[in-house]
């Protein structure tokens, strides 16, 4: 059974930081391409950053300079550290994993910046 489960959304002021952690179980992490997606209210659902098996890393434009994504194989765990955040990055924060032939979905976790 496969299971990714979000942590560490939450209510932060504009400019905070924000650090969200994705612990995966039962797949073979370290072959899987784990990205960040988001949800506003009404809105799709985009890409906030991925990194592949390899480590290399894509960010949308909107974060790129502000969110960071990591992860560590031995803890089967991604993370995305949100630094200056903003009122427009409120929305439910989605990990996913992917290989070319499936997906996986978190159930997603709420950032909300605002004063």
């Known amino acids: 059974q496969v299971q990714l489960v979000e942590s560490g959304g939450g209510l932060v002021q504009p400019g905070g930081s924000l650090r969200l952690s994705c612990a995966a179980s039962?797949?073979?992490?370290?072959?899987?391409?784990m990205g960040w997606y988001r949800q506003a209210p009404g809105k799709q659902r985009d890409l906030v950053a991925l990194?592949?098996?390899?480590?290399?890393?894509n960010y949308a434009d909107s974060v790129k300079g502000r969110f960071s994504i990591s992860r560590d194989n031995a803890k089967n765990t991604v993370y995305l550290q949100m630094n200056s955040l903003k009122p427009e990055d409120t929305a439910v924060y989605y990990c996913?994993?992917?290989?070319?032939?499936?997906?996986?979905w978190g159930q997603g976790t709420q950032v909300t910046v605002s004063s």
């Open positions: 996913n994993a992917k290989l070319p032939v499936r997906s996986y």
């Open positions: 990194i592949t098996s390899s480590g290399s890393t």
């Open positions: 039962g797949i073979i992490f370290s072959i899987y391409t």
